[in-house]
């Protein structure tokens, strides 16, 4: 008895050319985290400078130091967060270039929380000019202690921020769902009608059986059976 090869798997088709959409993005990522490092860096840098001039305009203040322990925090907590975004965001860009769904969502958590945070930041840069810091007081001086622009630099660094993790997050969406992964599984080419096939010696198991055509009457039979006549 002979059976039948099973017909094999059908493979998923090799992955094509990397979307532009995808490509496109993680440029963007790897932008977005070289502009933010740069940004923390020169925020070390301008926070020397901001001290030195603060505290030459409130010498003798008592509570001068506590606003020189925020800003230097601020500062230092701001390059440590650019680093980790950073290597966060290398991380993501390489995964995403190869398909990986589960860097596909945490960008998008990632492109959330970034325009929140950014939507934040313009929230308290939009407190902070809003009133004018009264003449002789610590916050005027502090004010007068920064940069002229750096307000204004610190906007246009959070609405591109905004911009740049929205225009992320569309483009991850919309890149098809093949590429990371969200395909149908295997199937078999064709269905299997007769998994076990004979040579013709027997029957079919899943076939009805075969039914013996009836004998036909022989007069020599008739003839032996009836031996006194």
């Given at each position: 008895?002979?059976?039948?090869?099973?017909?094999?798997?059908?493979?998923?088709?090799?992955?094509?050319?990397?979307?532009?959409?995808?490509?496109?993005?993680?440029?963007?990522?790897?932008?977005?985290?070289?502009?933010?490092?740069?940004?923390?860096?020169?925020?070390?840098?301008?926070?020397?400078?901001?001290?030195?001039?603060?505290?030459?305009?409130?010498?003798?203040?008592?509570?001068?130091?506590?606003?020189?322990?925020?800003?230097?925090?601020?500062?230092?907590?701001?390059?440590?967060?650019?680093?980790?975004?950073?290597?966060?965001?290398?991380?993501?860009?390489?995964?995403?270039?190869?398909?990986?769904?589960?860097?596909?969502?945490?960008?998008?958590?990632?492109?959330?929380?970034?325009?929140?945070?950014?939507?934040?930041?313009?929230?308290?840069?939009?407190?902070?000019?809003?009133?004018?810091?009264?003449?002789?007081?610590?916050?005027?001086?502090?004010?007068?202690?920064?940069?002229?622009?750096?307000?204004?630099?610190?906007?246009?660094?959070?609405?591109?921020?905004?911009?740049?993790?929205?225009?992320?997050?569309?483009?991850?969406?919309?890149?098809?769902?093949?590429?990371?992964?969200?395909?149908?599984?295997?199937?078999?080419?064709?269905?299997?009608?007769?998994?076990?096939?004979?040579?013709?010696?027997?029957p079919d198991q899943f076939s009805d059986p075969?039914?013996?055509?009836?004998?036909?009457?022989?007069?020599?039979?008739?003839?032996?059976?009836?031996?006194?006549?």
């Amino acid at each position: 008895m002979s059976y039948a090869v099973p017909t094999p798997i059908v493979a998923a088709p090799p992955a094509g050319r990397r979307p532009v959409s995808v490509a496109t993005a993680v440029a963007l990522l790897w932008a977005m985290a070289a502009a933010g490092l740069t940004y923390a860096i020169g925020m070390v840098a301008v926070t020397v400078g901001v001290v030195a001039r603060f505290r030459d305009a409130v010498a003798g203040s008592d509570v001068a130091d506590n606003f020189v322990a925020v800003m230097w925090l601020v500062a230092a907590l701001a390059l440590v967060l650019s680093l980790l975004v950073t290597a966060l965001f290398v991380v993501l860009g390489i995964a995403l270039r190869r398909g990986s769904r589960l860097g596909r969502g945490i960008t998008l958590g990632v492109c959330v929380l970034g325009v929140l945070a950014g939507c934040g930041t313009l929230a308290i840069l939009a407190a902070q000019r809003a009133g004018d810091a009264a003449p002789g007081t610590l916050s005027e001086a502090l004010n007068s202690a920064y940069p002229n622009g750096w307000i204004v630099l610190n906007v246009v660094v959070a609405v591109a921020q905004v911009v740049a993790y929205l225009v992320v997050g569309l483009l991850v969406l919309a890149t098809p769902r093949g590429f990371f992964g969200h395909s149908a599984s295997s199937e078999w080419a064709t269905p299997q009608t007769n998994p076990f096939v004979t040579g013709g010696s027997e029957p079919d198991q899943f076939s009805d059986p075969a039914v013996s055509p009836k004998s036909t009457s022989n007069p020599e039979d008739e003839f032996w059976s009836r031996p006194n006549e």
